[in-house]
């Protein structure tokens, strides 16, 4: 079945950029999209990006998407304390129905 | 912006008892998705209605049913407990035709089975 792939840990300075990897099998993944998740709250959304893209910025983050590899990728630039959560990479695509598919999520810890 | 609104925001039952989550829509959104999302894992899909109808259909025990009412919002029955529904039940939103099919979430509802 599908499958959405995360490494579980990143650990960064506080102004360093970070960036956090993703992987996907379906093929048929027309959109995929960044959650974040703070302790105990809401999966927010944070930014989508169309399958037929390869990059979309949105002030301080940065999507980089690699169809032919399934790869997939969220940059945040000048990374503050606020950012530490937990970020899970979804896709959806025609032969899901519209449900989303998550991965395991990565947990962000930002050091002043 | 009015968001997904969900309650309980907590709820703590025993084994075998049942519980009803409740989900109200963003406004004029025609589709609903639930979640269920244990201790440290992501969230899994449960089940999604799109205008009333169930429209797909994940991991839910047959345990637990749902449905979408005439005013949109949601309902989630979960009858004879188990100390393993113990998780974050999450529910979204989306309005069907738009291709970005984006789904707004609610903040939840903590369950937890003693």
């Known amino acids: 079945g599908e499958d959405v792939e995360q490494s579980l840990f990143l650990s960064v300075r506080e102004g360093d950029s970070s960036v956090i990897n993703c992987t996907y099998t379906?093929?048929?993944?027309?959109?995929l999209y960044w959650y974040k998740q703070e302790p105990g709250a809401g999966l927010q959304l944070l930014t989508y990006?169309?399958?037929?893209?390869d990059m979309k910025q949105d002030q301080r983050l940065t999507v980089l998407l690699n169809k032919k590899d399934k790869h997939l990728s969220l940059r945040i630039a000048d990374t503050q304390t606020g950012d530490s959560a937990i970020y899970f990479c979804a896709e959806s695509g025609y032969n899901q129905g519209g449900k989303l598919i998550f991965g395991q999520g990565t947990e962000l810890s930002v050091k002043p | 912006a009015a968001g997904v609104i969900q309650s309980p925001r907590h709820l703590i039952k025993e084994k075998r008892e049942t519980a009803t989550l409740k989900c109200y829509p963003i406004?004029?959104?025609?589709?609903v998705y639930w979640y269920q999302q244990g201790p440290g894992q992501d969230p899994q899909f449960l089940i999604s209605f799109y205008e009333k109808m169930q429209s797909d259909k994940g991991s839910i025990p047959d345990r637990f049913s749902a449905q979408q009412f005439s005013d949109y919002h949601s309902e989630l029955n979960m009858s004879s407990l188990e100390l393993g529904d113990s998780a974050l039940y999450f529910c979204a939103s989306s309005l069907a035709g738009l291709p970005k099919n984006i789904q707004y979430f609610g903040a939840g509802t903590r369950l937890s089975v003693l």
């Open positions: 379906d093929s048929s993944s027309t959109y």
């Open positions: 990006i169309f399958s037929n893209m």
């Open positions: 406004p004029r959104h025609d589709t």
